[in-house]
């Protein structure tokens, strides 16, 4: 299988209009979460708490399915919880950096966005450990 599509929305909209894309859940998505509750005084302008967002070489794109629905789809596809929030595509994860200060995963074309990732997984991903 090269594709799972999946149709998703931008997080912000552009020009005040909203983008629209077909998002390849194997290829561009980074990682997965879900969108936090909104502060007080953003809770007309933000997405209510609890919707799926893909942190895509694109953007940040929006899609209603949960990220339960996600993790059963995609875990037989590289896809696995680096923190309990975090569904990441492994297949991507170019390497994960140990300090003294924590841990945090670093993808294939992300330039320097990166993640958390539990002691748990650090030991489980440990061919992917850099020392930093």
């Known amino acids: 299988m090269d ?4 149709y998703c929305v931008n997080v912000v ?15 561009d998505v980074f990682f997965m979460d879900v969108t936090p509750k909104p502060s007080n005084s953003k809770k007309h302008t933000e997405p209510p708490a609890g919707i799926t967002r893909f942190h895509t070489k694109y953007g940040v794109y ?13 875990s037989p ?13 492994t297949n991507i994860v170019d390497r994960i950096v ?4 924590g841990r945090s995963a670093f993808f294939k ?6 993640i958390p990732v ?5 030991k489980e991903y440990d061919y992917l450990i850099v020392r930093g």
């Not at 596809?77 to 595509?89: A, I, Q, R």
């Not at 140990?98 to 200060?101: E, K």
């Not at 539990?118 to 650090?122: F, G, N, P, R, V």
């Open 98 to 101: 140990v300090t003294d200060y």
């Open 77 to 89: 596809h590289g896809y696995d919880y680096f923190m309990p929030s975090l569904l990441v595509n």
């Open 109 to 114: 074309g992300g330039e320097d966005l990166n």
């Open 13 to 27: 909209a552009v020009g005040g209009v909203p983008e629209y894309r077909n998002i390849n859940l194997l290829e």
């Open 3 to 6: 594709s799972l599509i999946v």
């Open 62 to 74: 929006l899609q209603l399915n949960s990220l339960e629905k996600y993790e059963e789809a995609l």
């Open 118 to 122: 539990s002691k748990y997984k650090t």
